[in-house]
């Protein structure tokens, strides 16, 4: 994940995985805390003034069509809120759509999975993120103060070029050093730190088997 690294910010999530992690808490429990903790940093270091630029929505969704990586405490705390809101044949069901996804998007870079629109395994069909509350660090990153832009830049990017979107910078830059920090502490606590595409991780942690 590029980006500008807060390095105070960088430590205080990585202390606060470190300390989690000995405490032995769920992989839910300490991305609560880490999103908890952004959350709170955007606030302070962000304007009203300059967070009222932002137009990202429930419903708008053109940012939803590109690959999403994760990390491992991510996709457990994701498979751990789906298996228990979702009853055993929705389960069923978006694991079909995830093989779906995982089988078609399968060896297909960035653009080449825009230009074949496939869409998030996570996105309803209202445009919405069906699992907001625990949605990536990756997707909690990215601002734009101008949809249009978005929608552009996807169309612009099937003709191999490149869209300006207008997004605050200051918002990236505390997710990546969220998502830097967790990575950092998984490594030192002996976590696989890898970052994974989301589809194959959730898929593999709802259970391989299609039904
Ligand atoms: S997880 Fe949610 S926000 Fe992220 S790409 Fe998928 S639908 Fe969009």
Same mark, same amino acid.
């Given at each position: 994940?590029?980006?500008?690294?807060?390095?105070?910010?960088?430590?205080?999530?990585?202390?606060?995985?470190?300390?989690?992690?000995?405490?032995?808490?769920?992989?839910?429990?300490?991305?609560?805390?880490? +999103?908890? !903790?952004?959350?709170?940093?955007?606030?302070?270091?962000?304007?009203?003034?300059?967070?009222?630029?932002?137009?990202?929505?429930?419903?708008?969704?053109?940012?939803?069509?590109?690959?999403?990586?994760? !990390?491992?405490? @991510?996709?457990? &705390?994701?498979? #751990?809120?789906?298996? %228990?809101?979702?009853?055993?044949?929705?389960? @069923?069901?978006?694991?079909?759509?995830? +093989?779906?996804?995982?089988?078609?998007?399968?060896?297909?870079?960035?653009?080449?999975?825009?230009?074949?629109?496939?869409?998030?395994?996570? !996105?309803?069909?209202?445009?919405?993120?069906?699992?907001?509350?625990?949605?990536?660090?990756?997707?909690?990153?990215?601002?734009?103060?101008?949809?249009?832009?978005?929608?552009?830049?996807?169309?612009?990017?099937?003709?191999?070029?490149?869209?300006?979107?207008?997004?605050?910078?200051?918002?990236?830059?505390?997710?990546? %050093?969220?998502?830097?920090?967790?990575?950092?502490?998984?490594?030192?606590?002996?976590?696989?730190?890898?970052?994974? #595409?989301? &589809?194959?991780?959730?898929?593999?942690? !709802?259970?391989?088997?299609?039904?």
């Amino acid at each position: 994940m590029a980006g500008i690294k807060i390095y105070d910010f960088h430590e205080t999530v990585y202390s606060s995985v470190t300390d989690s992690v000995k405490a032995g808490e769920s992989p839910a429990e300490i991305m609560d805390r880490i +999103h908890q !903790l952004t959350q709170q940093r955007a606030a302070e270091d962000i304007s009203d003034e300059e967070a009222s630029h932002i137009k990202c929505r429930r419903g708008c969704s053109h940012c939803c069509r590109v690959h999403v990586p994760v !990390l491992c405490l @991510e996709a457990d &705390t994701i498979a #751990e809120y789906l298996l %228990s809101s979702l009853s055993a044949d929705d389960i @069923e069901e978006l694991k079909r759509k995830l +093989h779906y996804i995982k089988v078609h998007i399968a060896g297909y870079d960035e653009q080449e999975r825009i230009i074949a629109n496939i869409p998030c395994g996570f !996105l309803g069909s209202e445009g919405e993120c069906t699992i907001h509350p625990v949605r990536p660090l990756v997707c909690r990153s990215v601002t734009s103060a101008d949809a249009d832009a978005c929608r552009r830049a996807m169309t612009m990017s099937i003709c191999e070029e490149n869209a300006f979107i207008p997004m605050n910078i200051l918002h990236k830059s505390i997710h990546d %050093s969220a998502f830097i920090g967790l990575a950092d502490a998984m490594k030192d606590m002996g976590i696989d730190c890898r970052s994974f #595409e989301i &589809t194959e991780a959730v898929l593999q942690r !709802l259970g391989k088997r299609i039904v």
